[in-house]
């Protein structure tokens, strides 16, 4: 018997969707600053800064509501990856590498999913703090720092692309291991 079962709060489903939008905006604005080519009067370096600051901003404030509401819902804990993980992550990798036949057993997510929304948290952090002191460039002022500000857009480079990279992974994994997933990150709900 088919039954459905609410997985995805609003919250998260607009956490979620808000950030998907301002991190495709800060992905592709951050990129096209960084090797711009000719688009014409369509896309600029101007447009690209105006909306690559707009984004960091928008998703600064996405990021820090959605730590209040985790932290305040507790829902943190089913997305937070814990040392115990390390165990169910071997035996995951081994069922994507069809070396099992089943997945460990687990939660609402999987070890690896909460390997990945951990780093997110954390490269999220780097990159916010990174991405000030660039801001901070453009009024003449760079925030003392005792790195270089070259060093500085070197690794908040690095961080976006580890964006670039586990986003792609998280989209496959979602589309290849559990579709009916997908539907809940729009309507909340699954069928069983």
């Known amino acids: 018997m088919e ?12 956490f979620h969707w808000s950030s998907f939008v301002m991190v495709t905006m800060l992905l592709i604005s951050g990129f096209y600053i960084s090797h711009p080519v000719n688009l014409g009067d369509a896309y600029d370096l101007d447009i690209a800064v ?24 507790g829902a943190y804990q089913d997305i937070r990856f814990r040392w115990r993980d390390a165990a169910d992550f ?16 687990h939660g609402k997510y999987n070890a690896g999913q909460r390997l990945v929304y951990t780093s997110w948290f954390f ?23 005792p ?30 291991e559990d579709p009916a997933k997908l539907q809940a990150m729009f309507t909340g709900w699954v069928r069983r």
């Open 3 to 14: 039954e459905k079962v609410y997985i995805q709060s609003l919250p998260n489903r607009l």
């Open 50 to 73: 105006f909306v690559q600051t707009a984004a960091a901003f928008l998703q600064s404030g996405i990021f820090f509501a959605w730590v209040y509401h985790h932290m305040v819902t």
């Open 90 to 105: 071997r035996g995951l990798l081994k069922y994507y590498f069809f070396m099992e036949k089943k997945p460990p057993v």
């Open 123 to 145: 490269v999220f952090i780097f990159l916010f703090i990174t991405g000030l002191i660039l801001y901070s460039v453009n009024f003449g002022y760079v925030l003392r720092f």
């Open 147 to 176: 790195v270089a500000i070259q060093k500085v857009r070197f690794y908040h480079f690095l961080g976006a692309l580890w964006f670039l990279g586990t986003v792609p992974l998280h989209i496959y994994l979602v589309l290849t």
